[in-house]
């Protein structure tokens, strides 16, 4: 076990029976000023946001905005129990998308017909504003550098129920009460309660849809497209993903999403643009693998949400159109380095090397750092990081175009958990091979069929490889089905009864 300095009983940090907290956590005087410098800096950037007219408009229009107020929460639990340079990826990492979400927020303020552009002042730059689904391959707006492209429901909806545990709960039950079945998945279901409850943005040109993750996607976007009166285009993914046969179909997809946003806009695919992001992307996609190579030694260093959490929006959001992203990656692929030549452990003790299965709740992204923390389970990469991470070409057009029709059929869930057998169970063991992994957190989203299925099969493999297979429930945004005091006893439980364990911790159990 690592010696580390600072506090060492996490859960006495918090007053009892409340979730505040009573104090900061002490690191070691050095990485104690560091983290509370890196509070300071987030303290500024938000109130250099909170003090724009349009922000504070937003503030009394949205009820979704008051999310927010949690945020510094947020980061204090997703670094909980964190030292040296594990604690300066984190921060690279989480402030860089504060930064980045407040730059996004601030252009659907200004755009706003509610809001900034209520007298037309923000006319030209509306124009300019294309809207993405939270699930788009953002890839597209490389091609495009003149254009805005943006997700309404990443601010009001993913992020938000991410930042505070009951942040949608709201639209959920405002979409229920319009007959929506209980047992829907609450991604679509409280994009939609937002739309039915008029709480999204009105601006943009318009809009970009696609069929991922599930068909639940889709229905909530036909309420949408009544709310937001845009023109729209679903930009299909083949369900048969793993089928060259489709490559063509998905290619075409590209094109004609390409086609439909030169239309509405008037702007042109710039293929040297195009060429520039894939260049970031593509050497941001390297620094990745470098990353996951170092996780399959016994010392890894980008682990648990510092890959989860950052390379979810790093892929899904930034796609190589914002080159400071790389220069991050520099930094935490330097700050990894030096942690691996040192062998430096991510965390007290490392008892369980794991992957993360299935989608994690959006409740509870902090999981994973508890899982270090309480019980030694390091988490060395998840399913959704595994998500398109092949080069580009951008040298002959046409490979390009083809290449981007397979990151189409391979999109979000589409490739794992809504993919079928080969990539939903057969990938994972090789994953397992691969990184030495003796665990599997495996994620059963109750309101999700896709991984259900798998149950079983996912069992009796497990045991013939001898590979210890952790179910934890959870519904996604509803923390109302499944709390985090129950995903934390699902672990608990089996560590207790199965492996005889006792925790790291026990002030966390």
Known sequence: MEKRKGDQNLGKLNKPGKKTAKRREWRGFKDTMYDFSRWLHNLLVMSKFIMKPTTIKAMFTYRWFGNYLAAFDYIDRHVEGVRGEQLRIAHIEYDSIVEHLTQTMDTLFKCDKRIGNKHGKYDELNKKLVIMDENGMMVIATGFPNLKFLSKEVPAIYTGSTIAQDGVLHYIETAEEFQIPGDVCPMPCAELGCAIDEDYPICGVCAVHCNTTCDGSLMGNQIEDRHDDLPSFTMAAPMRHQQKSVLAYSRDQIVEAIHFIEKHTGEKWDWDAFARNMKTYNAQNALFQEWMEMNKTDYPQVVNNNVMLYRDAEYMVISGRDPSFLKFDQEITDLAKKGYKEKRLPCKEVRHRALVWG???????????????????????????????????????????????????????????????????????????????????????????????????????????????????????????????????????????????????????
């Open 359 to 509: 989608v994690h709740a959006q409740y509870y992204t902090a999981f994973n750092q508890w899982l270090s923390n309480c019980w030694g389970i390091v988490c060395l990469c998840d399913m959704l990081s595994f998500t398109l991470t092949k080069p580009i070409n951008y040298e002959d057009h046409e490979q390009a175009l083809l290449d981007l029709g397979e990151y189409n059929m391979n999109m979000i869930m589409r490739n794992h958990s809504n993919g079928g057998y080969e990539v939903g169970v057969e990938q994972l063991w090789q994953y397992c091979e691969e990184y030495h992994a003796d665990m599997v957190i495996m994620y059963e989203h109750i309101g999700c069929k896709s991984m259900a299925g798998y149950h079983g099969l996912l069992e009796e493999e497990g045991r013939k490889r001898g590979i210890h297979i952790v179910w934890v429930y959870h519904a996604l945004m509803n923390p109302t089905k499944a709390t985090r005091k129950d995903m934390r006893e699902d672990v608990n439980r089996y560590m207790k009864t199965v492996l005889r364990e006792e925790p790291l911790d026990p002030s966390l159990v």
